[in-house]
C-alpha cells in the first residue's frame, strides 16, 4: 500500500551545545515532526512545540529561558501552518505516534483535535508519576488533553501492514520510541531523540537526565534494524535539514 512521508520543521531550539551533545558552545537545532499519509488516514509521529510558543511571554518558554535554553517559532512553522502547507486539515489527523512527551514532541496535540495517540505504556505512565516526569520533563499541560490513547508495550504494527512499526528505544525517557517507516520515500528509521544527531551516534554525547545504558542499548539496536538503503533520521540534525532535506518538506 502507498504511503507517503514527509517532513515538517516546527521552529528551532536554542540551548548550549553541550546540551544536545554539540562541540560549539551555543547551537540552534531543527525541531522536525513527520506526516504520513496513508490510504487509511493521516498519521503524525512526533507534534512539534505548542503554538502558544509564538507568544514570546508564554510561561514555559520563560521556564526555559531561565535555563538557558529557547525556542523560536514563526507564524507558518505551527504544526496546523505546516499542515495546512500539506493540505491536510489538522482534524483530519487521526493518529499520533509520540516517541516520548516532552514539550518539542508533543507541545502540537492541543491542534490536533480528533486523534489518538499511540505511546508506551512505560512512557505514559512516566508521565503521571511525580518523581519521573519531574527528572525528565514530561509536563502533562502538554500530553493530557483528553484525546484516546493506545498504550503500547514494545513494537506495534501502526496500520498492519508493515508500512510504521512502532519500536521501543527508551532510554531518553522511559518509554521513548522510535518509528520504522516503508513509504514511497524509501526506507526510513525516524529515531526521534533516541539519538540527537549523526554527530551523536559517533560521540554517544546523551543529555545528562537520560539513562545512558539504556540509550546505548536502544541506539545500537535501530541502527541494527538498518537494510541496504535505510536511513536514520535523528531528532534535531542540522545537516539533514539544511539545504538537502532528508525527506521531502512543506515550507511555507
Ligand atoms: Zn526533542
Not at 12 to 36: C, K, T
Not at 104 to 129: C, I, M, S, Y
Request: aromatic fraction near 6%.
Amino acid at each position: 500500500m502507498a504511503m507517503k512521508l514527509s517532513g515538517c520543521l516546527c521552529g528551532q531550539f536554542h540551548s548550549s551545545g553541550a546540551g544536545m551533545g554539540l562541540a560549539e558552545d551555543r547551537v540552534s537545532v531543527p525541531i522536525p515532526f513527520y506526516v504520513l499519509e496513508h490510504a487509511d488516514g493521516v498519521a503524525l509521529f512526533d507534534a512539534g512545540v505548542p503554538a502558544a510558543m509564538l507568544d514570546r511571554n508564554d510561561s514555559y518558554l520563560a521556564a526555559l529561558q531561565g535555563q538557558g535554553m529557547d525556542v523560536s517559532l514563526a507564524p507558518e512553522e505551527t504544526v496546523t501552518a505546516r499542515l495546512e502547507a500539506l493540505d491536510i486539515d489538522p482534524a483530519r489527523v487521526r493518529h499520533v505516534v509520540l516517541s516520548h512527551l516532552h514539550f518539542d514532541h508533543a507541545g502540537g496535540l492541543r491542534e490536533l483535535p480528533n486523534a489518538t495517540l499511540v505511546v508506551q505504556r512505560r512512557e505514559w505512565e512516566a508521565g503521571f508519576e511525580p518523581e519521573l516526569s519531574a527528572r525528565y520533563g514530561l509536563r502533562k499541560r502538554y500530553f493530557d488533553l483528553g484525546h484516546p490513547v493506545v498504550l503500547v508495550d514494545g513494537e506495534h504494527d501502526l496500520f498492519g501492514d508493515g508500512s510504521a512499526v512502532c519500536v521501543p528505544s527508551h532510554g531518553h525517557t522511559p518509554g521513548h520510541q522510535s518509528l520504522r517507516v516503508r513509504s514511497e520515500q524509501g526506507d526510513h528509521i525516524l529515531v526521534g531523540d533516541a539519538c540527537y544527531s549523526c554527530e551523536v551516534v559517533e560521540t554517544r554525547a546523551f543529555p545528562d537526565y537520560s539513562d545512558h545504558d539504556a540509550m546505548n542499548a536502544s541506539l545500537d539496536r535501530l541502527l541494527a534494524l538498518r537494510e541496504p538503503g535505510t536511513v536514520m533520521v535523528y531528532g534535531h540534525d542540522r545537516s539533514q535539514w539544511g539545504e538537502t532535506p532528508v525527506l521531502p518538506t512543506a515550507r511555507a
